[in-house]
């Protein structure tokens, strides 16, 4: 059997090669990556294209006024927002910064809104057993989005990694926190 980048569960994750800095409060992960092959941001977003839409990701590119570069969806309950940014170091050395938020889908939030409307005028209305049902299915569904998300944000941080490999950008910092930036800047 086969696996896509779209059937998380039988997706064999690998072990995390660049240590994640994880914002809960922001919902959101970095990676940070270092070249000296002179890689723009552009490029990086293409290859992370590239090896998603043959899986069947909707992506929405940023057409300049958001404050992410793509938006890619699972479904129709969540979706990643990533932002790349590059600093220039001189010639062709960069680092390029990813942020990854992982955001409910318009829809979801609609959904969500429209659970709670519906309890309140359960409520309102006298009725708390439907209430109570619709609050159950509410936390159920919230449950399922949540992990929706999760599993959205480790199939990115797949992606990410699989192009880093191939384009040879060295992760800033490692899962053994040896900075590979540094020993990279000190070798040239």
Request: glycine share 4%; with cysteine; aromatic share 10%.
């Amino acid at each position: 059997m086969t696996q896509t980048l779209t059937q998380a569960e039988l997706i064999k994750f690998d072990s995390p090669a660049s240590r994640v800095n994880i914002s809960w409060r922001d919902r959101a992960y970095e990676l940070s990556y270092w070249t000296e092959t002179g890689m723009e941001k552009e490029n990086l977003l293409q290859k992370v294209m590239d090896l998603l839409l043959p899986s069947k990701y909707f992506i929405a590119m940023d057409q300049g006024w958001s404050d992410w570069d793509l938006e890619i969806y699972q479904g129709i309950w969540s979706k990643v927002q990533l932002k790349v940014c590059t600093e220039n170091h001189g010639g062709n050395k960069r680092v390029l910064r990813m942020r990854c938020a992982l955001r409910m889908s318009q829809f979801a939030t609609m959904a969500m809104v429209g659970y709670c409307l519906f309890t309140i005028l359960a409520i309102v209305l006298g009725m708390p057993e439907i209430a109570t049902v619709t609050i159950a299915v509410g936390i159920l569904n919230a449950a399922f989005i949540l992990y929706q998300n999760f599993q959205l944000g480790r199939i990115l941080y797949q992606v990410l990694e699989i192009v880093a490999r191939r384009v040879k950008l060295l992760p800033i910092q490692t899962t053994s926190n040896k900075s590979v930036r540094e020993s990279a800047i000190l070798q040239s």
